[in-house]
């Protein structure tokens, strides 16, 4: 089976300064999909980014960018410039592109100081 | 493009007692899944359907929980008898074959 750990449950960063967050997993399978969720308090589960393993690039999306180490099985996201939008829950996700389920990490909460 | 609809957003109800949520999926989304999400955790994949099929049930506690998705399309999910323990917010997400999936809004059940 599939485990996505994420060892920050909390962090805090200032606006406008850059913070990552940590996500590894584990896996036998070679074909998946990886995400990084945003949950604000309004518990809308929001897609911030994705990368397909077969990729060697690094994802990119704005303000938000990945660090996809497929022989470490790390994935970490990192948040540039954070704004005060971007408190929230933060859940790393696995998918295998087989379509089968989508395995959540258990969450790091994300508080963007003024 | 309307996104993933789940109803009720919150639902108060006492032990024993029964409930159910429903999720109308994105259209032409195959793949409908509910998860359980207990303050301060990571969504937990209670039922996985492909159509309406089921694909995953391993985590669902099927001597209380049930699910099932008409036609391929709408979906519930209930709880008879509720516990306390099943005090959660309750995701309803759908998706392509392949690729993210999209989530509702949820919904939060107390349990008293």
């Known amino acids: 089976a599939q485990t996505v750990t994420q060892s920050q449950p909390e962090m805090s960063v200032q606006e406008a300064e850059t913070v990552t967050l940590s996500c590894t997993y584990d896996t036998s399978e070679n074909n998946y999909y990886l995400f990084w969720y945003k949950q604000p308090p309004s518990r809308q589960m929001i897609l911030v980014i994705r990368q397909e393993a077969y990729k060697q690039q690094n994802a990119t999306e704005n303000r938000f960018s990945v660090n996809f180490q497929k022989a470490a099985k790390s994935f970490s996201l990192k948040i540039s410039d954070s704004q005060l939008g971007d408190t929230a829950m933060y859940f790393c996700a696995f998918k295998m592109a087989s379509g089968s389920r989508l395995t959540f990490g258990e969450g790091t909460q994300l508080t963007v100081n003024p | 493009e309307a996104g993933v609809a789940q109803s009720p957003r919150y639902k108060i109800i006492e032990k024993r007692q029964s409930v159910a949520f429903w999720c109308n999926p994105i259209s032409g989304h195959a793949t409908l899944y509910w998860y359980q999400q207990i303050l301060g955790q990571g969504p937990k994949l209670l039922i996985q359907?492909?159509?309406?099929?089921?694909?995953?049930d391993s985590q669902l506690p099927k001597d209380r929980f049930s699910a099932e998705r008409l036609k391929g399309v709408d979906s519930t999910l209930k709880i008879q008898p509720a516990k306390l323990e099943d005090s959660a917010v309750y995701l309803c997400?759908?998706?392509?074959?392949?690729?993210?999936?999209?989530f509702g809004q949820g919904t939060r059940l107390t349990v008293v």
């Open positions: 997400a759908s998706s392509l074959d392949i690729g993210e999936a999209f």
């Open positions: 359907f492909q159509n309406n099929g089921v694909v995953d």
